[in-house]
């Protein structure tokens, strides 16, 4: 199922399919993709990235908020991992990525697989790609704070 780009929150980059691999839900779940993107609150002075779970009730896509399990935090924890990785080398791409290929990666999980993939469905892809780019780079010291802060404790559990 793929996710909307025409609500509030636009996705830029996406886990679609996230139902096979939602933890203890998986193949049973409302929880029917992931994403980056921005941010449905953003006003004209500011671009925020938010993360969302996407939800299908079976008759329409849920703006509901959702306490997140702990899996689902891990999985948009390598969502987002991937995709700052990928944004590190993007400015080789005239678009910030490769129109041809926008898969970024498939990470093995529960005997399937997330693919993280640049949402070319988004009719806006390539200015909101500039605008994500842009709030990554703005918030890279704080982005980056949290992630050395996650590798020491992942380092300290002997991960």
Not at 6 to 29: C, Q
Request: glycine fraction near 6%; hydrophobic fraction near 35%; proline fraction near 3%.
């Amino acid at each position: 199922m793929k996710i909307p780009t025409t609500l509030h929150h636009k996705p830029v980059v996406v886990a679609e399919n996230y139902e096979r691999i939602d933890g203890r839900l998986a193949r049973n779940t409302d929880a029917k993709g992931l994403s980056l993107g921005l941010a449905q609150w953003n006003d004209r002075d500011t671009v925020d990235i938010s993360a969302k779970v996407w939800r299908y009730t079976g008759e329409k896509w849920s703006r509901q908020s959702e306490e997140l399990p702990l899996h689902r935090v891990l999985d948009l924890s390598i969502l987002l991992c991937r995709s700052l990785a990928h944004f590190r080398e993007a400015y080789r791409y005239e678009h910030l990525y490769d129109p041809q290929n926008p898969v970024i990666d498939r990470v093995g999980l529960q005997g399937d697989a997330m693919t993280v993939s640049v949402c070319t469905d988004n009719e806006r892809i390539n200015e909101d790609l500039k605008l994500f780019y842009q709030a990554l780079s703005e918030d890279d010291e704080m982005i980056g704070e949290r992630l050395r802060t996650l590798s020491t404790i992942l380092q300290e559990m002997g991960y």
